[in-house]
């Protein structure tokens, strides 16, 4: 079974703060994915990466940065966290390939900024 | 106009019951299509994929209209257990990236 981990179910954090958001799979799968999911809105990508080092804007990459330093993890970082960013960070990796559609989902983490 | 549009529901319907959802995508050249469903409090989850011919898993049934830029997914017999939000799931370019609707919420009752 593929699985996906995130560092935190639930954070807290203070406007301003630097937030780290870290995933980890075991599956060893070339991509990787960072969304948030809002009520009415769905899952929104903020960054994607196909490889080590690699990363591409998603469609909401404003005020976030990735890293993605080793295949088996990819982390998510808000440079000075913003009320606007409070959400559900979802995490997931997929093959490469045909089925690279197919996407494993982390639980989540639930981000507040006050 | 969103990219995917689907009716956010509640559909709320008797076990046994045969329910439908339909999801509309605005980008003619998309290429593929998907249903995840995700549990209340959990991670979405892959369902199953549409092809253009439709297709059936078990009492599942989905459905692409490609004239109308519509998928559907079909529910046979519904158990307590298919409770759940059902996402529909649009690709454009690459399987790198998916367009997610909002979701639809289903609740079988007893």
């Known amino acids: 079974d593929v699985k996906v981990t995130q560092s935190s179910r639930y954070l807290v954090k203070r406007t301003g703060e630097k937030v780290f958001l870290e995933c980890v799979q075991d599956?060893?799968?070339?991509?990787m994915f960072w969304y948030r999911q809002d009520p009415g809105l769905g899952l929104r990508l903020i960054y994607f990466?196909?490889?080590?080092?690699?990363?591409e804007k998603g469609d909401i990459p404003e005020g976030y940065s990735v890293s993605r330093e080793k295949k088996e993890r990819f982390s998510l970082i808000l440079e000075s966290a913003s009320t606007n960013q409070t959400s559900m960070y979802l995490c997931?990796?997929?093959?490469?390939?045909?089925?690279?559609?197919?996407?494993?989902f982390g639980p989540g983490t639930r981000l507040t900024v006050t | 106009r969103k990219e995917v549009e689907q009716d956010p529901g509640p559909f709320n319907v008797p076990e046994g019951a045969t329910v439908a959802f339909n999801c509309t995508y605005s980008n003619s050249a998309s290429q593929s299509f998907f249903w995840y469903r995700q549990d209340c409090r959990k991670e979405p989850k892959l369902l199953m994929s549409?092809?253009?011919s439709g297709n059936e898993d078990g009492r599942f049934t989905a459905q692409l209209n490609r004239a109308s830029q519509y998928i559907s997914l079909l529910i046979r017999d519904s158990k307590l257990s298919d409770s759940a939000t059902y996402l529909c799931v649009v690709n454009v370019r690459n399987n790198n990236d998916m367009r997610f609707g909002a979701g639809t919420r289903l609740t079988v009752k007893p």
């Open positions: 990466s196909y490889d080590v080092k690699m990363k």
């Open positions: 997931a990796s997929s093959p490469p390939g045909r089925r690279s559609y197919e996407q494993y």
């Open positions: 599956m060893d799968h070339e991509n």
């Open positions: 549409v092809y253009s």
